[in-house]
């Protein structure tokens, strides 16, 4: 199984950045992309940021300009930096990795999330 662990989250006031970090680990053969999303209570869940193994990154309208997805040198990490936080960005954050175990099996993992506060 892949798992994914997410941290960084916490509580910030409006203006102010945050840093989250993903980690994926196990049976990974090829990891396709990874993104993060956002999640708020009777909300639904929504695209913040996607990277592929190619480095082409997307971004939801939202964010543009505020937030920033990058790959690290350590394994299967990704990072999203979050700047100039604004209330609207409050949410859970869950990380999302889509690739393969192996030759032909496919894995669409998630993490718990990690819980972004961004006061006014």
């Known amino acids: 199984q892949v798992q994914l662990v997410e941290s960084g989250g916490g509580l910030v006031q409006a203006g102010g950045r945050l840093t989250l970090t993903c980690d994926a680990s196990?049976?990974?053969?090829?990891?396709?992309?990874m993104g993060w999303y956002r999640q708020a209570p009777g909300n639904q869940r929504e695209l913040v940021a996607v990277?592929?193994?190619?480095?082409?990154?997307n971004y939801a309208d939202s964010v543009k300009g505020r937030f920033t997805i990058s790959r690290g040198d350590a394994q299967n990490t990704v990072y999203l930096q979050m700047n100039s936080l604004k209330p609207e960005d409050t949410g859970v954050y869950l990380c999302?990795?889509?690739?393969?175990?192996?030759?032909?099996?496919?894995?669409?993992?998630w993490g718990q999330g990690t819980q972004v506060t961004v006061s006014s």
């Open positions: 196990g049976s990974i053969y090829r990891l396709i992309a």
């Open positions: 999302n990795a889509r690739g393969y175990t192996n030759m032909v099996l496919q894995f669409d993992s």
């Open positions: 990277t592929t193994s190619g480095g082409s990154t």
